[in-house]
């Protein structure tokens, strides 16, 4: 095993460990049998350090997501990612709160990469004229109600003292940004999931169905039409 790995596996066993979620470099180098300035050139400083370790907790999780067998209906699809986060927010509280409450580990590739498997389902719901907003902006939605739930259960388990938090504001959010859950209320909101819904299957078609400037028209009035604000 590299020097690397095995500071990174010291350093989250020490990080799990942890009461605080604080760790030192000192404690790390001693479990790990090495100097600090090691830790210097392979990480650059404790940050750096810490953002690789944060990663590698979160590769497993990751793993797991992006080896997932889709279902036929993303909607569960949705919902089974909303739990999964939150369990893993649980059994890994330190390395969560350093990715999603704390600045210190900016460099980390985890928050990126789970945004980007999100945005893979809510795709898949938009090809198929489900979803109320542009898959994007229903990504950063369900990621910001998703980890402040977590953040909440691992901060204040007293005020917050069992799962169901977690699930019933699931629901709230998913029936705010999928259309099959509360049908739409007016012609303008269906003019907007025909609009998401056609971007959506246009850009993952393979081969060129119109010529660049056509296509950028297109993509022009669709987006207008999507970004129009719901009637009174």
């Not at 600045?103 to 789970?114: P, Q, T, Y």
């Amino acid at each position: 095993m590299s020097t690397r790995s095995t500071l990174i596996l010291a350093t989250a066993e020490l990080l799990a460990q942890s009461p605080s979620g604080d760790i030192s470099t000192r404690s790390v180098c001693e479990a790990a049998g090495v100097q600090q300035p090691v830790i210097y050139r392979l990480f650059g400083d404790k940050d750096g350090l810490l953002a690789a370790t944060v990663d590698h907790v979160w590769d497993e999780y990751l793993g797991m997501k992006r080896s997932a067998r889709q279902s036929a209906d993303p909607l569960e699809d949705l919902r089974s990612g909303w739990d999964s986060h939150t369990a893993f927010a649980i059994a890994n509280p330190n390395a969560y709160r350093l990715l999603f409450g704390s600045g210190a580990v900016d460099k980390a590739e985890s928050a990126d990469e789970a945004m980007r498997l999100l945005r893979v389902v809510l795709e898949r719901l938009a090809a198929q004229g489900r979803l109320r907003v542009a898959p994007e902006l229903a990504a950063r939605v369900v990621m910001a109600a998703n980890t402040g739930v977590a953040l909440a259960l691992i901060l204040r388990p007293a005020l917050y003292p069992d799962m169901s938090l977690s699930t019933m504001m699931r629901d709230i959010v998913h029936s705010t940004l999928v259309s099959d859950t509360a049908p739409a209320s007016d012609a303008g909101e269906s003019g907007r999931i025909a609009a998401i819904t056609l971007r959506t299957v246009l850009s993952a078609m393979p081969g060129a169905l119109f010529s660049e400037r056509e296509a950028g028209l297109l993509d022009e009035w669709l987006e207008r039409i999507q970004s129009q604000p719901p009637s009174d």
